[in-house]
Structure formats: structure tokens, C-alpha cells
């Protein structure tokens, strides 16, 4: 008995130190990013950190301040250089902490902190720099970088790893101005063998640690383990840590992130649908925000009559409805006045174009958008004619989820038709997703 005693003890105390070396290595590293403000890329991009356990290592620099990189939209960029080396004066001669640096807006990481530290350190580098397929900005520079038996032969940096004094010598080779581009200087740097050797500087060719898409959308597969997903690397048979929609990949980026860093899973659905929501309560009606609801008879439509209903059955207090109804059918005439004439007084406002004010289809939209903002609604639900809700509680539901845009997935029985695009092509048309037939067959929620 004593000597279990003693083994069990051992554990304990082996768990506890094991334990307090992840939280001391976590609390050595520092996470960079640039960002201006709080988009929905970069909202997604704290998200995932807080789900992997390290948002309180990321550090954000040029917040609420302008953007002096250019428009980025060619080259551009080195204001991120410029703020990076003012936030390491303090770690330059740093020898043992770690510093990650991603960009902000098209980042999510995929991993806890302890673990990118962990594969990066087997690299034996000093600083290692994420890898593309494409020689950019410059193209001439490729004949340039040191041949590679596999894997993506060309520095990108929208994200690299390093350690303190060794990432602040390299800022500190040349001064560059904030328009300048900070992809090119990191290649320079790169592309020189002195200074390459002496920081033993390496790039993750075969993505073990940062996956950037443009280029390589067909070698990356989305996959899923028990209930979480995750990225497989096909081609390098790698599960990239840190992933990056860089270039043309940002829509590609987008659909992954629906799944990644614990967004959805199989059993319990969308997670990150969770985020945000809020719950109206039944016995405070009054605290509701007000809300239009725009109706829009196009096209002689059966059934109008239940679709009314439908719209009357709605729980949310009435008292905080706008009403804008749009109708171009003369024959609907009777059904919507009949409407107003049963249940319109309830209604918070009510306005109404018939075929009379010869009002087209897009110039209603608009008319119903402005009719919205004169009111001061909160929110601007539109419904065409066609379209019934048979929730009652679609309208409450959908304004509990606090989204900028949201609405529900329409489908028709038995088809592969519904009002959910699931990707968007090059020319700017409708695209057919991977998801495409489990999410309007309702196997992906």
C-alpha cells in the first residue's frame, strides 16, 4: 500500500509540473497581429484563439488607429514591419522567448499555442516563415531561393515563428517605409545565405505549421475526427496548425472557417452560431427592437392568404413591427387590403405601394430599405411572396441570433433548388459548394 501511495503521489505531482510548464511556456509567447479594427475576419480570428486557449497571449497593434500600409490591393504592407519593430525594442535581446506573428484579418489558428511552439521547435530554426507556391511580389527572385526537394518553395509572410532577438535583428536590417511592401523585405532578407545562416532562418515548405490556401485550395481537405474538424494536407500528408487565406483564397478561407476551430460539429451543429446570441425575453415585449417587415408580391402567387397568416402568427409583439408591403399583382389586391383591414391597426406602421404607383420590383427594395431607416428600425426583414413561415417564432429566432445579415435556408421538397448560394465562382455567379447537398438536405446545420 505505501508504495502505491508513493507512485500515485509521484503522478500527481508529475501532472501538476507538466502542467505549469505549458502555462509558463504559453505566457513566454507573444502573438502579433496588425488590425485597424474589429471586422468579421478579424473577430473570427480572436475567436479562434480564445477556443484554442491563448487570446490573452495575442497582442494587436495599430488598433483604432489608420491604416498607413497602402491599399494592399498590389503591394504594400510594411506599416506592419514598422509597428512589429516598435513592439520588440523591449525583447531584442531576448534569446529564449518566442514570438508568432500573423496577419489579422484572414487567420485562424487551429491548434493551442503550446503545440505550434512544440512542432516549431522540432524545425531546430530560429525563424521559420510560412510557404506559397507563387514568387510574389517579385517574380525575377525565384531563381534566387535555395532549391527544395518538396513542398512550396517560396516565403510568405503573413505568418512566421521565431525567437525574440533573432525576429528584432532581422526588422532591423534596413528602415522601409510603410508603403512599402513587407512580403518583399522579408525575402530579401531571406534570399540572403549570410544572414539566412547566422538566425537560421527556415521556411515550412510542407505546411506542418502554416497553410496558406492561394494556390493550394486542391491540396488541402477538410476532415473531420470524433466531433471536431480539421485540415488535412493531401499533398504533404500534414495538419496544418495555422491557416491563411492570403491572395485570391479569402473566399475559400471564409467556408472552412464555418467548420474550423470548433465553429460546427457533427452532433451538436454550429457552434459559432452561439457566439453572439442573446435571448429576447417573453416578459420584457417592450425591450424588444423594433423591426420592418417587408412583403414582396411580384408574381401572382397561390395561397397569399396563408402567407398573411403566417406573417399575423409571428411572435414578436406587434407593437414593434413596421409593416412594408409592395404589391405589383393587381388580382392580390383584395387579399392584402382584407389583411389590413383585420389586423393592420395592430402593427407599429404600415405602408403600402399597389400596381397603382407603378413602383418597380428593385426601386420597392429600395423605397422599403429607406421606409426602414425613417423609422429607426433596428432590423429589416424582407420576404417575397412565395416564401411561408411556418415557425412562428422565425422572425424572434432570427433577431436572436444578433447578426449583421441572417435568414432562413428556403428549399423546395424533393429538389436540389433552394435560396442558399453555397459558393460564389471567379466571374462573381452562383457556385455549388462541397456542403452544398447537406446543408439543404439538413444533415449540416
Given at each position: 500500500m505505501m508504495s502505491c501511495w508513493l507512485i500515485y503521489s509521484f503522478l500527481i505531482v508529475?501532472?501538476?509540473?507538466?502542467?505549469?510548464?505549458?502555462?509558463?511556456?504559453?505566457?513566454?509567447?507573444?502573438?502579433?497581429?496588425?488590425?485597424?479594427?474589429?471586422?468579421?475576419?478579424?473577430?473570427?480570428?480572436?475567436?479562434?484563439?480564445?477556443?484554442?486557449?491563448?487570446?490573452?497571449?495575442i497582442k494587436v497593434l495599430g488598433f483604432g488607429q489608420p491604416w498607413k500600409g497602402g491599399n494592399m490591393k498590389s503591394i504594400g504592407g510594411a506599416y506592419k514591419i514598422n509597428l512589429l519593430k516598435k513592439a520588440l525594442k523591449e525583447f531584442k535581446n531576448d534569446t529564449e522567448r518566442i514570438i508568432l506573428v500573423t496577419d489579422g484579418y484572414d487567420v485562424i489558428f487551429l491548434m493551442p499555442l503550446e503545440d505550434i511552439v512544440s512542432r516549431f521547435k522540432l524545425f531546430d530554426a530560429r525563424i521559420l516563415f510560412s510557404a506559397e507556391g507563387f514568387c510574389w511580389p517579385d517574380k525575377s527572385l525565384a531563381s534566387q531561393y535555395p532549391a527544395i526537394g518538396r513542398g512550396e518553395p517560396y516565403l510568405n509572410s503573413g505568418g512566421f515563428i521565431g525567437y525574440a532577438s533573432n525576429v528584432y535583428a532581422m526588422l532591423t536590417t534596413?528602415?522601409?517605409k510603410n508603403s512599402d511592401d513587407d512580403q518583399l523585405f522579408y525575402t530579401k532578407i531571406y534570399l540572403d545565405p549570410a544572414f539566412r545562416k547566422n538566425h537560421k532562418i527556415k521556411v515550412d515548405h510542407e505546411a506542418e505549421i502554416f497553410q496558406?490556401?492561394?494556390?493550394?485550395?486542391?491540396?488541402?481537405?477538410?476532415r473531420f475526427?470524433?466531433?471536431?474538424?480539421?485540415?488535412?494536407?493531401?499533398?504533404?500528408?500534414?495538419?496544418?496548425m495555422i491557416i491563411h487565406g492570403n491572395g485570391q483564397s479569402k473566399v475559400i478561407l471564409n467556408a472552412l472557417g464555418n467548420y474550423?476551430?470548433?465553429?460546427?460539429?457533427?452532433?451538436?451543429?454550429?457552434?459559432?452560431?452561439?457566439?453572439?446570441?442573446?435571448e429576447l425575453p417573453n416578459d420584457h415585449q417592450q425591450t424588444y427592437p423594433p423591426i420592418l417587415i417587408a412583403i414582396f408580391i411580384?408574381?401572382?402567387?397561390?395561397?397569399?392568404?396563408?402567407?398573411?397568416?403566417?406573417?399575423y402568427q409571428q411572435v414578436y409583439p406587434k407593437s414593434k413591427l413596421h409593416l412594408f408591403i409592395h404589391n405589383s399583382e393587381p388580382y392580390h389586391d383584395s387579399v392584402v387590403q382584407k389583411f389590413i383591414d383585420n389586423g393592420g391597426s395592430e402593427y407599429k406602421s404600415i405602408k403600402i405601394i399597389n400596381f397603382n404607383d407603378h413602383i418597380g420590383f428593385s426601386a420597392g427594395k429600395t423605397l422599403a430599405m429607406q421606409y426602414c431607416l425613417s423609422k429607426d428600425c433596428s432590423g429589416?426583414?424582407?420576404?417575397?411572396?412565395?416564401?411561408?413561415?411556418?415557425?412562428?417564432?422565425?422572425?424572434?429566432?432570427?433577431?436572436?441570433?444578433?447578426?449583421?445579415?441572417?435568414?432562413?435556408?428556403?428549399?423546395?421538397?424533393?429538389?436540389?433548388?433552394?435560396?442558399?448560394w453555397g459558393a460564389v465562382a471567379d466571374n462573381g455567379y452562383y457556385a455549388r459548394s462541397t456542403d452544398y447537398m447537406d446543408i439543404i438536405q439538413n444533415k449540416r446545420r
Open positions: 508529475l501532472c501538476t509540473f507538466i502542467q505549469v510548464t505549458k502555462q509558463e511556456t504559453n505566457a513566454d509567447v507573444l502573438v502579433f497581429t496588425v488590425a485597424s479594427n474589429h471586422t468579421d475576419g478579424f473577430k473570427r480570428y480572436l475567436r479562434s484563439a480564445r477556443v484554442q486557449g491563448f487570446e490573452e497571449n534596413s528602415k522601409v496558406n490556401l492561394n494556390g493550394a485550395v486542391a491540396k488541402v481537405e477538410l475526427k470524433r466531433n471536431e474538424a480539421y485540415l488535412q494536407n493531401i499533398a504533404y500528408n500534414t495538419v496544418p474550423l476551430a470548433r465553429a460546427w460539429s457533427p452532433e451538436e451543429g454550429c457552434l459559432n452560431c452561439r457566439d453572439a446570441i442573446t411580384d408574381r401572382p402567387t397561390p395561397f397569399l392568404e396563408e402567407l398573411f397568416e403566417k406573417i429589416y426583414f424582407s420576404v417575397d411572396s412565395v416564401a411561408h413561415l411556418d415557425n412562428t417564432y422565425t422572425l424572434k429566432l432570427l433577431v436572436e441570433q444578433q447578426r449583421g445579415i441572417v435568414g432562413p435556408l428556403l428549399v423546395r421538397e424533393e429538389q436540389t433548388w433552394s435560396n442558399f
